[in-house]
Nanobody, 125 residues
């Protein structure tokens, strides 16, 4: 079984920062690429950031480049998303996902087979 649990979401003013964590259970965590996605009300889930199994390769959506940073600590079975310079349009539920295949990060949500419950991020003006 694989279980992912996100934490770190909350309410923050525009320009502020949050650090999301995704704690994973299961013995194969270190062998899979991981990704962060977000979903706002009435919108489809969209890719935010991805990271390879060894942490050497990362990928970011254009709208977060220079503001967000993804990282992982396989010894702690945890993936992080550092979010800086937050904007109201960043408001969404943020999800951590495990990619089906051990490849470089993929942007399509269908490529991920396990998801956390999500953590709400709300950015006020």
């Amino acid at each position: 079984q694989v279980q992912l649990v996100e934490s770190g979401g909350g309410l923050v003013q525009a320009g502020g920062s949050l650090r999301l964590s995704c704690a994973a259970s299961g013995r194969t965590f270190s062998s899979y690429a991981m990704g962060w996605f977000r979903q706002a009300p009435g919108k489809e889930r969209e890719f935010v950031a991805g990271i390879s199994w060894n942490g050497y390769y990362t990928d970011y959506a254009d709208f977060v480049k220079g503001r967000f940073s993804i990282s992982r600590d396989n010894a702690k079975n945890t993936v992080y998303l550092q979010m800086n310079s937050l904007k109201p349009e960043d408001t969404a539920v943020y999800y951590c996902g495990r990619q089906r295949q051990n490849t470089l990060p993929v942007r399509q949500s269908a490529a991920y087979d396990y998801w956390g419950q999500g953590t709400q991020v709300t950015v006020s003006s």
